[in-house]
């Protein structure tokens, strides 16, 4: 049995947490992150995960990765990480299990229509909408709206992926986290936790290695087209000459577990040397160090880079991808176009939070209602709306 190893310095302590914007009572039996866990398993936007695709749409096959299990994924990477590091397995969990409840159906091509379909109403973007489940639409609590995570969970939902003003940053921050630090400051000028860090590239391993395995499903590429792929080929090859007769399912997975072995033990390595170099002694001085504390080496920084460029080529703008992702923003397009123009068509419990239509909080509300769709939801919504024999 391996016994957890000891907190690092610099980790994040939960008797040291900035608390909720609410003030509850404590559980005598869990930790303030492991409730900020719970309530994210517990909430209706994670269970949407389940039918929110990756790349595919939901109904094209039963086994590529939907927003669920990349999520799971994901907190599985780093918590071990995590663990590995000495760090606070609970918050990297949290954040880790919350970064894409605010996706929209159809993946990246969802987002990008709604994105645009907002344009005059501030547009869309998914990390600004998972604070807004997180603090707004989620609602189960008899005191409050959304789901009161603590300020560490959300500092690092929010911040995940790095600082949102200051350095090299010039996009404007998105409404709702602009107008939530007026509330509560989550600090957006500085680095989050080193928790929240870990998730981030927790993701980065998880949807490059899967999207591998997803991609070969889907033969949009063969093992033998990943063979001038950095670390990819090597791996691949390294397989197949230990053990030649493997058939080709065992070879990917073999293969896959050994890549986000490898990109895993970097991470750690380059980490505890970034740590020990920065002397660093609390989670503040995770906070204010100025750049990244959790980062791949520079050699798997490049072959990181490499993986995402053979990807984007061959599988993100594949033919076949680019037909569902056109018909995938058609949807969302002319679902937001109808409900914005006539709200009355929404369902009633968001119909009565619109305000007219075409008006700024109508988009807003269209905007939440089709940001929380299922892909089978969207599919079905938009039959019935635009369908003369479908039931409405």
Not at 44 to 54: I, N, P
Not at 58 to 73: A, F, K, V
Not at 159 to 165: A, T
Not at 222 to 229: E, R
């Amino acid at each position: 049995m391996t016994v957890p190893p000891a907190l690092a310095p610099y980790a994040s302590r939960p008797e040291e947490s900035r608390g909720r914007l609410h003030r509850e009572p404590e559980s005598p039996t869990r930790s303030v992150f492991q409730r900020d866990r719970d309530r994210i398993i517990h909430s209706t936007a994670f269970r949407r995960l389940e039918y929110k695709t990756q790349v595919f749409v939901n109904h094209e096959g039963d086994h590529y990765r939907t927003r669920l299990t990349h999520s799971l994924e994901v907190a599985q990477i780093a918590r071990s990480v995590s663990r590995a590091l000495g760090l606070n397995e609970d918050l990297a969990e949290a954040v880790a299990l919350a970064h894409d409840l605010g996706h929209t159906p159809f993946g990246h091509a969802g987002e990008e229509a709604l994105d645009a379909a907002m344009a005059p109403f501030g547009g869309f973007e998914h990390n600004d909408q998972t604070l807004r489940i997180l603090t707004r639409l989620e609602r189960r609590y008899a005191e409050f709206d959304g789901l009161n995570l603590t300020w560490e969970a959300l500092e690092g939902t929010v911040k995940h992926n790095g600082p949102l003003v200051g350095g090299a940053r010039s996009k404007p921050v998105p409404a709702t986290i602009a107008a939530y630090v007026r509330t509560q400051d989550l600090e957006l000028a500085t680095w989050p936790s080193a928790e929240a860090q870990v998730a981030a590239l927790a993701d980065d391993i998880a949807y490059n290695n899967h999207d591998i395995d997803d991609g070969l499903r889907a033969e949009l590429f063969s093992v033998a087209d990943l063979d001038a792929v950095p670390l990819v080929g090597p791996v691949f090859r390294e397989v197949r000459e230990r053990y030649p007769s493997l058939d080709g399912t065992r070879l990917i997975h073999e293969s896959i577990r050994r890549l986000i072995d490898r990109m895993a033990g970097d991470l750690i390595a380059e980490t505890r040397r970034r740590a020990a170099d920065a002397k660093l002694r609390s989670a503040a001085d995770v906070r204010g160090l100025g750049s990244a504390t959790v980062a791949f080496s520079e050699t798997m920084a490049r072959h990181d880079k490499a993986l995402k460029q053979f990807l984007f080529d061959r599988m993100y703008r594949h033919y076949r991808v680019n037909r569902m992702s056109s018909k995938a923003r058609r949807i969302v397009q002319e679902l937001f176009q109808l409900l914005l123009a006539e709200p009355q068509c929404l369902p009633t419990e968001w119909r009565q939070q619109t305000e007219g239509p075409s008006a700024p909080a109508t988009a807003r509300v269209v905007a939440d209602y089709i940001a929380g769709m299922t892909d089978r939801f969207a599919l079905d919504e938009h039959a019935r709306l635009f369908d003369r024999y479908a039931k409405p």
